[in-house]
């Protein structure tokens, strides 16, 4: 059974710095893309950022460089580096994975922006 387990939300002040985790537990075949979606409340959920085998990345409008996808196979983990964060950003983070045609997805992690 696969497991996507986020960490590294939190609540920070505007301008400052967050970097997610996602660790993945078992094995997706033939996996394609690996992304960050997000969730504020009333809202859809959004793309963050994605990467795909190919290691081409692609983000959100809004995020405007502030943001950073990246990947480790043998680790099994994708992280999002995010800077300058603003109170627009909070949200739910999840990790997404597909392969196979499937879509795997973490429980989220909380990300707030606040002073």
């Known amino acids: 059974q696969v497991q996507l387990v986020e960490s590294g939300g939190g609540l920070v002040r505007p301008g400052g710095s967050l970097r997610l985790s996602c660790v993945t537990y078992?094995?997706?075949?033939?996996?394609?893309?690996w992304a960050w979606y997000r969730q504020a409340p009333g809202k859809q959920r959004e793309l963050v950022a994605i990467?795909?085998?190919?290691?081409?990345?692609n983000y959100g409008d809004f995020v405007k460089g502030r943001f950073s996808i990246s990947r480790d196979k043998a680790r099994n983990t994708v992280w999002l580096q995010m800077s300058s964060l603003e109170p627009e950003d909070s949200a739910v983070y999840y990790c997404?994975?597909?392969?196979?045609?499937?879509?795997?997805w973490g429980q989220g992690t909380q990300v707030t922006v606040s002073s």
């Open positions: 990467t795909a085998a190919s290691g081409s990345t």
């Open positions: 997404n994975i597909v392969g196979g045609s499937r879509y795997y």
């Open positions: 078992g094995t997706i075949f033939n996996a394609d893309t």
